[in-house]
């Protein structure tokens, strides 16, 4: 997928608050850039109570040319992952539950979260995967940035996470940088390795952000 534009979106929290109406906007903004791939990394849908199929039911619109890939965030453990996942291989997204997948030469691992009341050690599950995306072209999907150093000893190229909002709401920004040990937001290239943490395309509770704009993550592979 060299030189096409992939999206990211991650912690939409689709639920009481954020609804349909709101997903369906989101699938509009998507199809505009034409992408090969929509990565969701995570918490789409926010654990309460609600239509789940009827919450995503607009990703059967995405125009996205290599499909659409899922990693569960701790949001999907509250309402039970298989649940989730589901709900979204019934409109054809490709949940990736600790795997590794070949996209026209480009592996992408999925990492899941700990399911509820688990202690999961993430850099585990990656290392495990390690022998499948290792000196090939790869993308890393995993919730939480805080295991970016271990991701890159292990060969990662890029690496895409969510979950921090940055902050969302004030003090929490700095918060965040302390927690996400400095990958909270934004993109991180060192050396080989390249990691970007979204803010997130929606909000957690109250649908208000003094800690910068949620987004639609669009990124140029080259």
């Not at 607009?58 to 890939?69: H, K």
């Not at 999907?76 to 490709?94: D, H, M, Q, S």
């Not at 509820?116 to 995993?142: M, Q, T, W, Y």
Request: hydrophobic share 40%.
């Amino acid at each position: 997928m060299e030189r096409k534009k992939i999206v990211q979106i991650s912690d939409v929290h689709l639920g009481i608050i954020n609804s349909e109406k709101l997903m369906k906007k989101i699938v509009k903004k998507i199809n505009s850039v034409s992408p090969a791939a929509l990565f969701i990394t995570g918490d789409l849908f926010d654990g309460s109570d609600g239509d789940l199929d009827l919450m995503s039911s607009s990703l059967t619109d995405v125009r996205a040319e290599r499909g659409i890939f899922f990693i569960s965030g701790n949001h999907e453990t509250y309402l039970g992952t298989e649940i989730a996942y589901r709900v979204l291989r019934n409109k054809g997204v490709k949940v990736l539950n600790d795997e590794v997948v070949d996209v026209g030469g480009l592996k992408i691992a999925g990492i899941s979260y700990s399911e509820r009341g688990e202690h999961k050690n993430i850099v585990s599950a990656a290392k495990k995967l390690e022998k499948d995306f290792r000196g090939k072209p790869n993308i890393l999907l995993c919730h939480s940035p805080r295991f970016a150093q271990d991701f890159r000893a292990l060969g990662v190229n890029l690496q895409l996470s969510g979950h921090s909002h940055k902050g969302q709401i004030f003090p929490f920004g700095f918060i965040s940088r302390i927690i996400f040990n400095g990958y909270d937001y934004g993109l991180f290239v060192e050396g080989d390795y390249t990691l970007y943490t979204t803010s997130g395309t929606a909000t957690w509770g109250p649908a208000m952000r003094t800690e910068g704009a949620s987004e639609i993550a669009v990124i140029t592979l080259r």
